[in-house]
């Protein structure tokens, strides 16, 4: 059992920066491939960024290829999310996701989820 708890989100100007953090219990978090997604109003849960269980493959949406990176820290039991020169259209609800094995690009894929954290992006 896995429990994710993220931090990090609020509202910054266009061009901006965020660090998300996805904070896990377990003893078995090293062993999880780790992934986030957001949700915009109105719109399906879409992938963003995922990373494996070493932190030595990652992978990324096209939209954020560039700008975000997705790193971990196996002794702290965290998953983080640098955000750089943020958009509107990443006004979301991000979520921090947990599974066995390597990592995928679909939420269906994923057994553990964080309860989400706002990031609101203005113009």
């Known amino acids: 059992q896995v429990q994710l708890v993220e931090s990090g989100g609020g509202l910054v100007q266009t061009g901006g920066s965020l660090r998300l953090s996805c904070a896990a219990s377990?003893?078995?978090?090293?062993?999880?491939?780790m992934g986030w997604f957001r949700r915009a109003p109105g719109k399906e849960r879409e992938f963003v960024a995922a990373i494996s269980w070493s932190g030595g493959s990652t992978y990324y949406a096209d939209s954020v290829k560039g700008r975000f990176t997705i790193s971990r820290d196996n002794a702290k039991n965290t998953v983080y999310l640098q955000m750089n020169s943020l958009k509107p259209e990443d006004t979301a609800v991000y979520y921090c996701a947990a599974r066995p094995g390597p990592w995928r690009t679909s939420p269906g894929m994923y057994d553990y989820w964080g309860q989400g954290t706002q990031v609101t992006v203005s113009s």
């Open positions: 377990g003893r078995t978090f090293s062993s999880y491939a």
